[in-house]
């Protein structure tokens, strides 16, 4: 079985797409479409769509009548969604930061951010922007994961441990803004309406090798001094044998304006 122990983090926009085919990929998505209860003739925004995975779901709610905006500030991620929703109609791309939206004040039913906020420098000051772009009544979907959850079965449960201090500490920004997201909603002005947390289970070591970096960020720990490199090498190597077990817990809350 091939790995990706020491290898650089996959093409973004690849990794993106793999990451929302999977199972828990789909499975939260499908969640966080629904209770945002998107009706058609409303406007929709894609807040730091990527490489615009869901712009057809959100198109497809809001129907003919309606519209959908799908925002990112990465030009390679534009050039993927403007490709994939080229044969959708009302759906538009625009090239923006979360910390300054290109949204006109009040003219947004329906929002979502999905996984932006742990890798931005302000979260609050986005959430900000956020209130200002939705009108009275809109809905608003948040999902963040909380990194400090992450668990991964192995023998050797400090190495993993360490894996998941060393992730939370120095590969994610905003490692364990999930559990912050209502708090941060309210701050912005927005009111809380559901919050749901589950937990995303990889049994597969290749799809969370991809997924959660194990070989790269163990990789990153080692020269880092983190980790000592034979034990982490060891641990990672183990991973691979036998019966896989992986997760972490992910947040989705819903607000109104």
């Given at each position: 079985m091939s790995t990706t122990f020491g290898v650089t983090r996959p093409e973004q926009a690849s990794y993106m797409l793999r990451a929302a085919a999977s199972d828990a990929g789909r499975a939260y998505k499908r969640q966080l479409i629904d209770l945002l209860d998107i009706a058609p003739g409303q406007t929709a925004v894609d807040v730091g769509c990527g490489p615009g995975t869901d712009l057809p779901a959100l198109a497809?709610?809001?129907?003919?009548?309606?519209?959908?905006?799908?925002?990112?500030r990465d030009p390679a991620m534009l050039a993927h969604a403007r490709e994939r929703t080229s044969d959708l109609r009302g759906v538009e791309i625009r090239e923006g930061d979360v910390h300054a939206l290109p949204i006109d004040?009040?003219?947004?039913?329906?929002?979502?951010?999905?996984?932006v906020l742990m890798h931005v420098e302000q979260p609050e000051a986005a959430l900000a922007?956020?209130?200002r772009a939705t009108r009275p009544g809109a809905l608003v979907g948040l999902v963040e994961p909380d990194w400090d959850t992450l668990a991964v079965d192995a023998e050797d449960r400090q190495t993993s441990r360490d894996f998941t201090r060393?992730?939370?500490?120095e590969v994610v920004r905003n490692a364990t803004i999930?559990?912050?997201l209502s708090r941060f909603a309210e701050k912005a002005g927005f009111r809380v309406e559901t919050?749901?947390?589950?937990?995303?289970v990889f049994r597969d070591f290749a799809d969370?090798?991809?997924?959660?970096?194990?070989?790269?960020?163990?990789q990153k720990a080692i020269n880092d001094g983190y980790v000592q490199r034979d034990r982490g090498r060891r641990w990672f190597a183990s991973l691979a044998e036998g019966s896989f077990?992986?997760?972490?817990?992910?947040v989705t809350v819903i607000c109104s304006r």
């Open positions: 497809e709610r809001v129907g003919e009548d309606g519209s959908v905006i799908g925002v990112d004040p009040g003219s947004v039913d329906r929002a979502k951010i999905d996984r922007q956020l209130h060393y992730t939370t500490e999930g559990r912050s919050v749901v947390a589950t937990t995303p969370a090798d991809h997924t959660l970096g194990l070989g790269r960020n163990m077990y992986a997760s972490f817990t992910l």
